[in-house]
């Protein structure tokens, strides 16, 4: 199988994502790892479960993540994980806190870079980006983050989010652009843009990994020289 790679740029400041379709070349081995592997809560308001990987996975992956992070991020020397894992959501959406019902980012550094491989067979949700409205932020870096924060905390306490997964636009949010689930396709992007998991109020949110929203997430830091 063949990795099949597209890029654009998103929002007004223009910040790249990279779509890897055919990501991994044998994602139904990949999900039956899944499927006998141990799962445990999720950290840092992750709304699910998660599970290590195989030790060969990112070995599998390489020649596509390593073109894309290259010549979409500029990467210019090393690379270090920094976390991956299964992943599975399976918070209800009536149990969410207030941080799982809005955008995030998952670190204030330029250089740092998630990573989202969707391993659904039937597709569907995937991963939205989203712009501040009342700052016009799409990204959050560490000169705007004590603003960011302050304004976002009024703008809760006034409207308070909606106790759902967000999707689309909302009072404090706009939605700039999305990527859909496709199965065994990786989506990568900086880890400091405002986004979420496009999670539709119909998704079946079981912990089983042969039923549930099965992905793997990854964080990485790209070296500069």
């Known amino acids: 199988m063949t990795a099949r790679i597209s890029a ?3 929002g007004v400041e223009q910040q ?5 379709d055919g990501f991994h070349p044998d994602p139904d081995a990949l999900r039956d790892v899944a499927v006998t592997a141990r799962f445990e809560p999720g950290r840092h308001h992750y709304p699910g479960l998660r599970a290590p990987l195989p030790a060969d996975y990112f070995a599998r992956v ?5 073109l894309v992070l290259r010549e979409v991020f500029g990467a210019g020397g090393g690379i ?7 992943a599975i959501v399976t918070t209800s959406a009536d149990a969410l806190t207030i ?3 809005i955008p995030h980012v998952d670190a204030l550094d330029a250089d740092r870079i998630a990573l989202v491989h969707y391993l659904s067979p039937a597709g569907g949700d995937g991963t939205a980006f989203f712009r501040h409205r009342s700052t016009g932020f799409e990204t959050i870096d560490a000169s705007r983050g004590p603003h960011y924060s302050e304004r976002l905390a009024r703008e809760i306490a006034a ?10 636009d909302t ?5 700039i652009d999305g990527v859909s689930g496709d199965y065994n396709r990786a989506v990568v992007y900086r880890s400091a843009m405002l986004h979420s998991g496009a999670i539709a109020p119909d998704t079946l949110l079981s912990a089983d990994p042969a039923h549930g929203r099965l992905t793997v997430t990854a964080f990485l830091q790209l070296g500069t020289s």
Do not use: K, M
């Not at 390489?62 to 390593?66: F, G, I, M, N, V």
């Not at 409207?159 to 689309?168: K, L, N, R, S």
């Not at 009072?171 to 939605?175: D, I, W």
């Open 8 to 10: 654009r740029r998103v």
């Open 16 to 20: 790249p994502i990279a779509i890897v």
């Open 62 to 66: 390489r020649p596509a993540l390593t």
């Open 80 to 86: 270090a994980l920094i976390d991956a894992s299964f």
């Open 99 to 101: 941080p799982q019902r």
């Open 159 to 168: 409207t308070p989010p909606a106790q759902a997964y967000i999707a689309g």
């Open 171 to 175: 009072p404090l949010f706009e939605r």
